[in-house]
């Protein structure tokens, strides 16, 4: 159910960067903070710094890669989420994760195929 929600979210990401960049940015990061506000909430109830569970799942890093290109697209999303930015910083700091990230090839890949952030 979670994994589904973050997939929605995806979807309303892929449609503004392929379809409505230029005139659907400002209204996409206005509504933004609802749609995280949804994943905020549940981690608050469920205080395990995990959607789903005590570990990481694939939920968890499927909404992390997610997050990563948010914080593209608005460096400042996360500020008042503070669960969102601690499952940013725990997942970043995965060895493996940690390795891919700091890797050249990793920050050579664009984000997006159209080359909008």
Sequence with gaps: MMNDGVEDLRTKYIKLIYQEYDTGKAA?????????GQFETFMAKTNT???VGKEASFADYNLFDLLLNHLVLCPSCLDNFPKLSALVKSMSARPKVKALLESEAFKKIPINGNGKQ
């Design 49 to 51: 710094g995990f959607l």
């Design 28 to 36: 996409y990061l206005k509504g933004l903070p609802i749609l995280l």
